[in-house]
């Protein structure tokens, strides 16, 4: 069989919409509606909240097979805050200002304790300083500003 025996087909397809657009959500002819989407810095301190409520569960029973339970819950009251904020990061893709402001506040105080935690050689130590401190840098950015400020539907605006 030769190559001529077979279809040929395009080589290059063409990015351009279908000619009068494409039908938004309102049935009439334009452009498609706009999704936002998350800002990579809100999903990054979604997902290292996430990560250091996880290693936080880890730590905590590692230190109760370990050293008994009064160590466990002194790692457990050190982990608390990052139990609390990805707790809150579930709502981070429909919430509003108020949890961008909660979410601040948890990572300041994480990192508080987490200053406490390495002088008394508890965890979080050192992790609970750096994880608080990129994690507020990160929500209390403009681009984290402008996302939770934005208008979500079933909300009234302002």
Do not use: K, N
């Amino acid at each position: 069989m030769s190559d001529s025996d077979f279809p040929q087909y395009p080589t290059h397809y063409s990015q351009q919409p279908p000619p009068g657009g494409i039908p938004s959500a309102g049935g009439r002819l334009g452009s498609a509606p706009q999704i936002p989407r998350m800002p990579g810095t809100v999903r990054a301190a979604q997902v290292i909240s996430f990560v250091m409520a996880g290693l936080g569960v880890a730590l905590t029973v590692l230190q109760g097979v370990v050293f008994g339970a009064e160590r466990a819950g002194g790692a457990a009251f050190g982990f608390l805050c990052a139990w609390i904020l990805a707790a809150l990061a579930v709502q981070f893709g429909s919430a509003g200002p108020g949890t961008r402001t909660a979410a601040l506040t948890l990572s300041i105080v994480e990192a508080l304790i987490g200053l406490g935690g390495m002088a008394a050689m508890q965890p979080p130590g050192l992790l609970g300083i750096l994880v608080g401190i990129v994690t507020a840098c990160l929500v209390g950015g403009p681009g984290a500003a402008a996302w939770f400020a934005r208008p979500r539907p079933g909300y009234p605006a302002g």
